[in-house]
């Protein structure tokens, strides 16, 4: 199951894998930012076998672990680097040694020192698709963001650009730039910027999904008494009352649907994201490979059809 990735014409998978979780614990501030401790050994089994399974889009970033995530595709999939289509992103500070990300920066000079770092751990030659990281990003500021971006195009150090933001006038904004082929974006089957995709749409770029799981809450795996490790950015998360309670109450009432043909759940909520838009590419964490093999599966079943759609609209009165 292929996507084209906007308008670069590169088909990839429809699926991608998304590489923060393998990066490992990382902090700002003292504060958990990443997935909790990581198995590098089964980190490498599971790229491999996201490879084996028809992945060839692998998202990253610099700051995934500061550094690690990057080095662990490398690790795995160093032998398969013309058949693979990495995504990495710039934008926020970090400090390998100490595993600290503590602020943010847009600075060119500081986007060209990325961009050779990631080059460096990735060890290659260039990045398929490089993307400024911060979401929020003073649009006046923009200009000179996106001026260092096209120039790394132009250097052969970067194939391709984009923007990872929710916002749709940051989105429009990159989207000048013939180099620009994809938004990344938070969409799910509970929310996402609609203004954002069409976007996406009307300037033919791909929409790279980020949290097409709900960051887990879509697998279908947790439930009221679900506690996550202190050193995972979901740490504080309460599935027994709130938001996290109303999403798993939301996800129960279409679970047949979703589950319809033999998936999963978590399979489920993919599909309908491809039935959403033919510019949506999902890119699930994962860090085992039962997760990937999971995740991967889905694509075996394709997209929701309309009727199913249409089902899930009614049940959820939307």
């Known amino acids: 199951m292929k996507r084209t990735l906007g308008r670069s014409g590169v088909e990839v998978s429809a699926l991608g894998m998304g590489c923060w979780a393998i990066g490992g614990p990382h902090a700002r501030n003292g504060n958990p930012v990443g997935w909790g401790g990581v198995d590098?050994?089964?980190?490498?089994?599971a790229l491999r076998r996201a490879f084996e399974l028809g992945v060839d889009f692998y998202d990253t970033a610099d700051v995934y672990g500061c550094g690690h995530s990057e080095k662990i595709i490398a690790e795995a999939l160093g032998d398969k680097r013309d058949e693979i289509f990495i995504a990495s992103k710039a934008g926020y500070t970090y400090v390998e040694e100490t595993r600290e990300a503590p602020g943010e920066s847009g600075d060119p000079d500081y986007i060209r020192q990325c961009c050779d770092e990631s080059l460096r751990r990735l060890k290659t030659d260039r990045i398929d698709l490089y993307q400024f990281h911060l979401g929020g990003y003073d649009l006046a500021k923009a200009p000179e963001v996106l001026a260092v971006f096209d120039e790394l195009?132009?250097?052969?150090?970067?194939?391709?650009?984009?923007?990872?933001?929710?916002?749709?006038?940051?989105?429009?904004?990159?989207?000048?730039?013939?180099?620009?082929?994809?938004?990344?974006?938070?969409?799910?089957?509970?929310?996402?910027?609609?203004?954002?995709?069409?976007?996406?749409?009307?300037?033919?770029?791909?929409?790279?999904?980020?949290?097409?799981?709900?960051?887990?809450?879509?697998?279908?795996?947790?439930?009221?008494?679900?506690?996550?490790?202190?050193?995972?950015?979901?740490?504080?998360?309460?599935?027994?009352?709130?938001?996290?309670?109303?999403?798993?109450?939301?996800?129960?009432?279409?679970?047949?649907?979703?589950?319809?043909?033999?998936?999963?759940?978590a399979q489920g909520a993919l599909a309908w994201l491809w039935a959403r838009s033919p510019a949506m590419i999902p890119i699930p964490g994962f860090k085992t490979v039962a997760q990937v093999e999971e995740n991967v599966g889905a694509m075996q079943f394709g997209a929701l059809t309309d009727h199913e759609m249409a089902q899930i609209n009614e049940i959820l009165g939307r």
Do not use: H
């Open 40 to 45: 590098d050994a089964e980190s490498v089994r």
């Open 153 to 265: 195009v132009a250097a052969g150090k970067v194939r391709y650009i984009g923007w990872s933001t929710d916002d749709p006038a940051r989105a429009e904004f990159f989207a000048q730039s013939p180099n620009c082929v994809a938004i990344q974006q938070a969409f799910n089957l509970f929310g996402g910027n609609e203004e954002t995709l069409k976007v996406c749409e009307t300037n033919n770029l791909a929409s790279i999904l980020r949290g097409p799981l709900g960051m887990g809450t879509l697998t279908g795996k947790f439930n009221a008494d679900t506690k996550l490790p202190s050193d995972d950015i979901r740490r504080g998360w309460n599935f027994a009352e709130g938001g996290q309670a109303e999403t798993l109450q939301k996800l129960d009432s279409i679970k047949s649907i979703l589950t319809s043909g033999g998936r999963t759940v």
